[in-house]
């Protein structure tokens, strides 16, 4: 007997009902555990985030239950590095050392952390602040140096520093930080009162800029250059380069020029001139009311000279106002300073003898009252008076201020046919009116001890600083005028009217020069005259003013 089975079309129903129902519930699970997944990677990293912050705060507070640290200067590390020489708490220490501590960090000179128990647990590096010392001599690895007061001590060199002096860039006369407790020097620092004051870059003055000065500048090129150019023939001859040079005379008539030209035509001479070789001291800006600091900032500039010099560059030391620093001993009135700065730069000079690129020049308008010893032969060996120019010396002057590129008036351009011809004709006017001599022009009549007399003349109190002010001056003359009549002229017809030097601008210029200086020689002392006039040798008498 066989049996028949027949199915339930509502069951074939459910069945194909659920097998498509499957997937789609499998996929929304996997959806859904991705989703939690997601979430509960945001919870873990929430809750790391959270302990770490917890932690933060917890190492805070055990920080802030623990006692204060301290700090000392380490002085040396004993063998095996267990223990360590501290100088902490104005007292010499021999502590322990944490095994944490990187030996290789703790050197000689550094600071370093003490923990709660006084044991060395960190290295904090080199103290940047303390005392300014200088330094006098180095010893090795140790340095003597000077306070203010010129107290000395020996002092220790720690970390860069020590590097410094073994590679000999440390000098005596630098500026180092200190802790004279401990015995320690740190750090050397720049000081910028000799620097501003004295070092300069190479001037950019040429011989061809100054006027009327021939003959001198062949004479300070003969005692100061050919002796550093050639100095085989000076070696043959037996013959020692003069140490020093003093430019003296009236004031404005070139001394400072000559020495900027001197020292730019050395350093032209070694093909070199980005170099520094010009120290410019003035005089009365290295006086200090300090017992003691004009003669060490004297030593320092000297030092510094001899530094540059020694690696073969010529070098300048240019005095300006010469008189200002070491004028002639037992002079003082209120302090007698010349007793000791005067001797200072006495054993420099001397010193300078083992150098041979070291060259001092000095420059003054009262060499009267410069210490003898300075002046010997030997120290400042050649002698170069810059006198007032002549005629023919203010016409050279004039030729460095007074171009064919200045503007000069159409109708002098025109008269004279070019710019050279009418710029020669405005500057032999300058000339024609600057050296009058009639009653107009008369200042004073000095009297002689022989009984003679000589009239003194505006000329003749004439300086190549007043020549180049006569020029400026008629130039701006000039630029008023121009600019005056440029306005009229755009007012009116808008064209630009003609304009440029003319012989009313050297008129007007000249007589207001000499209006300006003519109560400059204020003083009725007939030796003062003669000293401000320069060209006589006689004994002044007696005076009269015109």
Same mark, same amino acid.
Request: hydrophobic fraction near 35%; avoid cysteine; charged fraction near 25%.
């Given at each position: 007997m066989t049996e028949t089975f027949h199915s339930d079309p509502k069951d074939s129903s459910k069945d194909s009902s659920s097998e498509s129902e499957g997937p789609h519930s499998v996929r929304e699970l996997q959806i859904a555990n991705r989703t939690l997944g997601a979430r509960n990677a945001k919870l873990v990293e929430m809750l790391k985030s959270s302990r770490e912050k917890l932690e933060e705060m917890n190492s805070r507070l055990e920080a802030l239950a623990e006692p204060p640290n301290t700090y000392g200067t380490l002085l040396e590390v004993n063998p095996k590095g267990l223990t360590a020489e501290v100088f902490t708490a104005g007292r010499r220490m021999r502590l322990q050392v944490s095994p944490l501590v990187e030996r290789s960090s703790l050197i000689p000179g550094s600071t370093v952390r003490l923990g709660e128990g006084q044991q060395v647990v960190e290295a904090s590096g080199y103290e940047d602040s303390g005392d300014v010392a200088q330094v006098v001599e180095i010893v090795g690895e140790r340095l003597i140096v000077a306070d203010k007061l010129g107290e000395e001590s020996v002092v220790k060199a720690a970390g860069r520093l020590r590097e410094d002096v073994l590679n000999k860039d440390i000098t005596p006369g630098q500026s180092v930080i200190v802790d004279r407790k401990s015995g320690w020097a740190f750090?050397?620092? =720049? &000081?910028?009162?000799?620097?501003?004051? !004295?070092?300069?870059?190479? @001037? +950019?003055? *040429?011989? =061809? +800029?100054?006027?009327?000065?021939? &003959?001198?500048i062949e004479q300070i090129r003969d005692a100061v250059e050919l002796p550093f150019l050639h100095p085989e023939v000076y070696t043959e001859y037996g013959l020692r380069p003069p140490k020093g040079v003093l430019l003296?005379? @009236?004031p404005g008539n070139g001394k400072t020029l000559i020495a900027k030209a001197v020292a730019n035509s050395l350093a032209t001479s070694v093909g070199d001139s980005d170099v520094s070789y010009f120290l410019n001291i003035k005089g009365p800006e290295l006086l200090n009311k300090f017992v003691g600091e004009t003669e /060490?900032?004297? %030593?320092?500039?000297?030092?510094?000279?001899?530094r540059a010099a020694s690696s073969g560059r010529p070098v300048i030391v240019f005095f300006d106002e010469m008189e200002a620093l070491f004028r002639? /001993?037992? $002079?003082?009135?209120? =302090?007698?300073?010349e =007793?000791?700065?005067?001797?200072?730069?006495?054993?420099e000079l001397d010193g300078v003898e083992g150098v041979e690129n070291v060259i001092v020049i000095g420059a003054s308008n009262r060499e009267e009252l410069i210490d003898p010893a300075i002046l010997r032969p030997g120290r400042l060996d050649v002698k170069i008076r810059i006198e007032r120019p002549d005629a023919s010396a203010a016409c050279d002057i004039l030729s460095k201020h007074l171009t064919a590129d200045t503007p000069i008036h159409p109708s002098l351009l025109e008269e004279y046919g070019?710019?050279?011809?009418?710029?020669? !004709?405005?500057?032999?006017?300058?000339v024609r009116q600057v050296f009058i001599q009639d009653d107009e022009h008369r200042y004073? %009549?000095?009297?002689?001890?022989?009984?003679t007399a000589q009239d003194l003349y505006w000329s003749d109190f004439l300086s190549g600083a007043m020549l180049a002010n006569i020029v400026d001056r008629a130039k701006t003359l000039a630029v008023k005028e121009a600019i005056g009549n440029a306005h009229d002229a755009a007012s009116e017809s808008g064209e630009r009217a003609p304009h440029g030097l003319t012989f009313e601008h050297i008129t007007a210029a000249v007589?207001?020069?000499?209006? +300006? *200086?003519?109560?400059?020689?204020?003083?009725? *002392?007939?030796?003062?005259?003669? &000293?401000?006039?320069?060209? $006589?040798s006689k004994r002044v008498v007696d005076m009269s003013l015109f």
């Open positions: 750090e050397a620092v =720049s &000081r910028t009162e000799v620097t501003s004051l !004295a070092l300069e870059e190479v @001037p +950019d003055i *040429n011989y =061809s +800029d100054i006027g009327g000065l021939s &003959r001198q003296y005379g @009236p /060490r900032q004297l %030593r320092q500039i000297f030092e510094q000279a001899r002639t /001993r037992g $002079t003082g009135v209120s =302090s007698d300073m =007793s000791t700065v005067v001797p200072q730069l006495l054993a070019s710019p050279e011809a009418a710029a020669e !004709a405005l500057r032999q006017e300058i004073v %009549r000095l009297h002689f001890a022989d009984g007589a207001k020069e000499a209006h +300006d *200086n003519e109560d400059l020689p204020d003083t009725t *002392n007939p030796a003062e005259w003669a &000293r401000i006039y320069g060209h $006589t």
